[in-house]
């Protein structure tokens, strides 16, 4: 087992063929969308890439490469530019960039507050917003208030932009098929069309997941997570929550209905405390960003605040809290690393906090809970995109149909739905 190296994990890594999926492209003309969607991929994942290494990574020739990134800027979705610095002798193969000019929208929902981002593609955030409320909004009262928020960031964003779609993130069982959010405690709905909602106020294509599937997706993509194929993800935030996500063979794990990935409910001791849904000894249970709040004697702080406290206190109270708190988090870890034998375990949240006030008793309790083989090669280290992550992730649902189809995908106006 590895420690992640100090300091933040770097967002944007040098091009490799282990962060695109598919890797290879066809040389033969029915593979031709294929080909498109694949050189479109690229240019998202890297935020800018050469034309020499869309050649090399899709293994297609130069002048099949020449022609598609002709075809995609033709069409409004990617830009040729001449690179910063030349890095070589001769003339510098030319950068290729998303169009700044296309955004997807992303909405997340919360108990008492909402936030709204448009999110560029190469996953750069253009511009957000926040409301707070009073109550508690039923789906449909929730979705137009998506729409107010939606014409008050239109004002933030430049003239021209063109949506691919609105993605919304959810702390609860969503079926990502039907466009149901199935049972979200910390909002209190149950079997919610939302999707169908999101669409009627937005006037726009609508899509939801988990929250924590999508953080997971986003450091996969564009974070702490590129680079690796298989990769397990948790998150700890408030109101008692945690989730995660795994990702195997590149691709995020959903199971038969898709509701995989709640890890949180996973069953870790004999003591009774109950999580949200109701389950007890669980992960979510016993590992308490509350119970470290109180310990403390604070009223509220970020994951930052919350690290250096626990970092520096000396309080008896706060060690033990932390201690044990730190041990149970280590044999969740453990059953998830001797279940999966992943390459990274990647912590945010709260759960960033704990292991950055101790790791050496984190990383010896994950040591000691897991199997020689499957602890060997796997590194622990915090996710690098913070909050960033959730909207990254819900606009990628956005991003996915015209990452697939390409020139294909019409794209809407801003000005056609403010």
Known sequence: MEKDPRGTPETTVATSDANVIPLRGANREDGHIQNLSLMLRLVHRNGAISRADLTRISGLNRS????????????????????????????????????????????????RAATMSAVGMGGTIIASVSHTFKGL????????????????????????????????????????????????????????????????????????DNNANLAC????????????????????????????????????????????????????????????????????ALVRREDLISALRIQSADDDELNKLLSTSKNPRVLKVMQ????????????????????????????SALYEADDYRLLSQIRAGSITGARERVMIRTASLGGAGLAVGAAELAFARLLRETTAFELVDLEAVI
Request: net charge negative; glycine share 14%.
């Open 64 to 111: 099949t490469v020449s022609a598609l990134v002709a075809e995609l800027g033709s069409a409004g979705l990617v830009i040729e530019q001449e690179p910063a610095a030349a890095t070589s002798v001769g003339r510098p193969s030319l950068m290729v960039t998303p169009h700044p000019h296309i955004a997807a929208l992303a909405f997340s929902p919360r108990r």
């Open 137 to 208: 909004p039923d789906p449909y009262e929730m979705a137009v208030i998506a729409r107010d928020m939606q014409s008050d960031l239109s004002k933030r964003l430049p003239a021209g932009l063109r949506l691919a779609g609105i993605g919304a993130d959810l702390p609860g069982q969503v079926n990502i098929d039907s466009g149901y959010v199935t049972y979200c405690e910390q909002l209190d709905w149950v079997d919610a069309p939302f999707v169908e909602f999101l669409q009627r106020t937005t006037g726009l294509p609508a899509y939801i």
């Open 217 to 284: 997706a986003a450091e996969r993509d564009f974070g702490a997570g590129r680079g690796f194929e298989d990769t397990v993800y948790l998150y700890g935030g408030e109101g008692g929550v945690i989730g995660g996500g795994v990702v195997i063979g590149g691709r995020l794990l959903r199971g038969s209905a898709g509701y995989a990935g709640e890890l949180g409910h996973m069953r870790i001791s004999d003591i009774r405390n109950e999580d949200t849904s109701g389950l007890r000894g669980t992960l979510e």
């Open 324 to 351: 044990q708190q730190i041990e149970y988090l280590a044999v969740g870890i453990s059953n998830l690393v001797n279940i999966f034998n992943p390459q990274a375990v990647l912590l945010a949240g709260f759960l």
